[in-house]
């Protein structure tokens, strides 16, 4: 199976912006990009999806280049409650199984 | 609207015991897939259902099986438990299969989950 990378953890200080990557190099053609984020004992949440080029919404952009074999997530101004792990999901090519990135684990500091 | 509700929250087995997770999804929701949370190998898909047919699986052994009914909730069977298998199960819902181009409806609504523990 292809792998899909994050970086393990980044720290962050609140009012910071924060950009998350995400490679995904066997990613499905037709597939969207979807960013998640989970809290201790709590499922994952839906952050932002996008296809290709930017998307923007009210929490966060999503960052993906022509090639689409990376993504990056980028939390504006980022606040204590941010702490949490972000994860990125693609289909993977030839197959359509669902792949999660291996997760970042986010620290906001005071 | 009401989430995805999982039960049961919790449960401790046995080795060799076999265990079934239940999963409500969003009124409206077709799909149903499920995923196993591990601190080592992260979140991994296991099987996704669709209008009462598995759609598409994980790499996971025959031990692990699902089904859907005609109202949509789902259903998880591990039998044979192993130590490994304790873990998180989560389940999500979404309107239609969460590959593909959907343009928003494959996004996915996860429940809490069932942490599972195998002594």
């Known amino acids: 199976l292809a792998k899909t990378t994050q970086p393990i953890s980044m720290d962050s200080y609140e009012g910071q912006e924060v950009n998350i990557t995400c490679s995904h190099n066997n990613i499905a053609t037709n597939d969207y990009i979807t960013w998640y984020q989970q809290f201790p004992s709590q499922g994952p949440r839906f952050i932002i999806q996008g296809y290709k080029t930017k998307v923007t919404n009210e929490v966060a952009s999503l960052f993906i280049p022509a090639d689409r074999k990376s993504s990056t997530l980028s939390l504006p101004r980022v606040s204590l409650s941010d702490t949490a792990v972000y994860y990125c999901?693609?289909?993977?090519?030839?197959?359509?199984?669902?792949?999660f990135g291996t997760g970042t684990r986010l620290q906001v500091f005071p | 609207k009401a989430g995805v509700t999982q039960t049961p929250r919790y449960l401790i087995k046995t080795r060799g015991q076999q265990v079934t997770l239940s999963c409500s999804p969003i009124s409206g929701h077709r799909s149903v897939s499920w995923y196993q949370q591990t601190p080592g190998q992260g979140l991994q898909f296991l099987f996704e259902?669709?209008?009462?047919?598995?759609?598409n699986k994980g790499n996971f052994p025959g031990r692990f099986s699902g089904r859907q009914f005609s109202n949509s909730r789902s259903e998880m069977n591990v039998s044979t438990l192993e130590l490994g298998d304790s873990a998180l199960y989560l389940c999500a819902s979404s309107l239609s299969s969460p590959g593909g181009y959907s343009s928003g409806a494959n996004v996915l609504t996860f429940g809490a989950g069932s942490r599972l523990t195998v002594l």
């Open positions: 999901l693609v289909g993977e090519g030839n197959t359509d199984k669902l792949i």
């Open positions: 259902y669709f209008s009462e047919t598995q759609r």
